[in-house]
């Protein structure tokens, strides 16, 4: 038998040679997720045995991965903003970055209740797996989220996280396109939209291209044309003085902005880098003639 510490090893190496970055940290996890261990665990054994059925069932996890399948849909797990989540392939993998568009809302959010009594009702458009809605639901006191998605499988995702957190009362799904589905004013959209170029798609790593939901990827010719549908949509759909923020792909801050210029005449534009130092979330500012 394999302990814990040589199957290690062993599929680090395999990783490695099939040229994954985090090798060591996905063999890691792996090995984790079929012992039922935790890190601190794992280490505390390095010469804990596995049986004839864990390193079947390792074996096959790593020649998943190799194939490219993502290690978040094979451990059906994946943390965002502290958040633990269920992931399937249903479902777009939440991404790191996508945390300045939360840390963006949250701070919105903060502000607002300093001069604004009730409930803040948010549109989460595009939720995917509820980790943006969760995320806000969490930090943002007395509001109320519209998780909205166009996929009624990424939903039944979204509900089956919103349902694990305890945020029923917070979080309403929505099954429409964009805000198509919405009656009456919200006071923020928050927005992680396809804004990937559709020709462009083919050609991102297979993990990506192969594995996860194309709807979630494929912004159409531009990359653009789901957002700006967004925009227009959100004519006369923000409160005043409220905001609509919204991811975007590198360089696409100013084909958008003459979007939002047409359909939101007056709003005032904000660009929120990410720590790479790529324009990442267009922050825009509804004042009365928005309205």
């Known amino acids: 038998m394999v302990t814990a510490n040589e199957a290690l090893r062993k599929y680090t190496s395999i990783l490695i040679q099939y040229g994954l970055d985090e090798a060591a940290d996905e063999a890691k ?56 989540l269920y992931i399937d392939s249903r479902v777009l993998i939440p991404r790191p970055e996508t945390e300045v568009l939360v840390e963006e809302a949250i701070k919105f959010g903060k502000e ?9 009702k948010i549109a989460d458009v595009g939720t995917g797996s509820g980790a943006i809605a969760l995320a806000l639901a969490s930090n943002i006191p007395d509001s109320l989220v519209y998780a909205i998605d166009i996929s009624g499988d990424a939903l039944k995702v979204a509900g089956t996280n919103i349902k694990e957190h305890k945020f029923e009362k917070k979080i309403e799904l929505v099954h429409g396109n964009l805000l198509q589905k919405i009656s009456g004013k919200v006071d923020m959209i928050v927005a992680n939209l396809p804004y990937i170029k559709e020709a462009e798609v083919p050609l991102l790593p297979v993990e990506i291209s192969k594995h996860e939901p194309r709807k979630a990827l494929d912004g159409g010719a531009a990359g653009t044309e789901i957002i700006s549908e967004l925009i227009r949509q959100s004519a006369g759909r923000v409160n005043e003085g409220g905001t609509i923020l919204i991811e975007i792909g590198m360089g696409q801050e100013e084909e958008i902005g003459k979007i939002i210029a047409g359909a939101l005449p007056g709003a005032q534009i904000k660009l929120v880098k990410d720590l790479a130092g790529i324009t990442r979330v267009m922050k825009i500012e509804i004042s009365s003639f928005d309205i």
Do not use: H
């Open 29 to 84: 996890v792996l090995l984790c997720y079929v012992l039922g261990l935790s890190t601190a665990q794992l280490f505390a054994q390095p010469d804990r045995e596995l049986s004839d059925e864990e390193a079947d069932r390792l074996n096959g996890l790593i020649e998943k991965r190799v194939s490219g399948v993502p290690v978040s849909y094979l451990i059906n797990y994946r943390e965002f903003y502290g958040i633990g």
């Open 112 to 120: 607002w209740r300093k001069n604004k009594q009730g409930v803040m």
